[in-house]
């Protein structure tokens, strides 16, 4: 059905464009699918391609490494210190709301190189979603988790490590699958502002040249980019909190029906009417075998 849907889309770029359809939205200004793939192809054959590739997702990984660091550390240490709180809370609710593109500026004046411009927009802009997440997941957390520890003698560094984080871990790596789609749109936007090399850059140039066959092959290597990282993140993620229980739709597989382990015996059947009337004392429920107590006897 994946396969299906996605060539649905592409067959309808293709006629939509190929017959120049122009009724509110102009599909005629755009290039056939066929047009991006031979210009796709072409990309591929040539060391351009390769370097602005290798450039991007190296911005990408140091600036979302670098804020996934920061941002759990400084999601922990708000959610569990009021001190850091008071210190580090209105500072980081005034700048969150400023998007990272905003930065490119104070990024330009700031450092001495376009690079490290860049991977500082990157690394801001992953930085908060990571942050909010992990600070949300901390707060959450039962404190009957840490009470246990407690009373075990564990300290802070084993509270830490044994209930925190593994604890916070299914709310931090939602914060990190939100701040690799997030990293992706700064860094590119970034690339076409300051940066020299870059998929960014080589689409800004391309729609600068009127290529826009060489327009679309960047958007599709940006999308292919952005679904490879956040199927990573999302795949580390399931890895790492592989002990949570999953309740995910399998293909093919038909749904089960629930275990119950019943905590109570079936009562015995009741006697038929047309049964002959007791006539001895444990027959006829009064004595030590009588059926009141072989009924007491299931009771929970």
Request: some cysteine; hydrophobic content about 45%.
């Amino acid at each position: 059905m994946r396969a299906v849907s996605l060539a649905v889309a592409l067959t309808a770029w293709q006629l939509l464009t190929s017959l120049n359809v122009d009724l509110w939205l102009r599909f005629s200004q755009f290039p056939t699918v066929v047009d991006v793939a031979r210009t796709f192809g072409d990309r591929l054959g040539g060391d351009d391609y390769w370097t602005d590739l290798t450039d991007s997702l190296t911005r990408i990984l140091t600036g979302f490494l670098l804020a996934a660091v920061l941002g759990i550390a400084t999601g922990v240490t708000v959610a569990r210190s009021r001190l850091a709180e008071d210190l580090l809370g209105p500072v980081l609710e005034v700048v969150r709301p400023i998007p990272a593109i905003a930065l490119v500026p104070v990024a330009i004046l700031l450092f001495p190189s376009n690079e490290q411009g860049i991977v500082f927009i990157t690394c801001t802009a992953a930085f908060f979603p990571v942050l909010v997440s992990t600070r949300h997941a901390v707060r959450a957390l039962t404190p009957v988790w840490e009470e246990a520890v407690r009373t075990m003698g564990g300290g802070r560094l084993r509270i830490l490590g044994s209930v925190v984080l593994p604890g916070a871990l299914p709310g931090i790596f939602g914060g990190l699958s939100v701040g690799i789609g997030v990293s992706w749109i700064c860094v590119i936007s970034a690339e076409m502002i300051s940066g020299q090399y870059g998929v960014g850059y080589r689409t800004w140039q391309d729609y600068t040249v009127v290529d826009y066959p060489g327009v679309f092959v960047g958007m599709v290597t940006i999308g292919v980019l952005g679904w490879v990282t956040s199927t990573a993140v999302e795949r580390l993620g399931r890895w790492l909190t592989r002990w949570l229980p999953r309740t995910e739709y399998v293909p093919g597989a038909r749904p089960r029906a629930p275990r119950t382990t019943p905590l109570t015996r079936p009562a015995p059947a009741a006697a038929p009417e047309s049964a002959p009337t007791p006539t001895s004392e444990s027959e006829s429920g009064s004595g030590p075998g009588s059926g009141k107590e072989v009924r007491d006897e299931y009771l929970v």
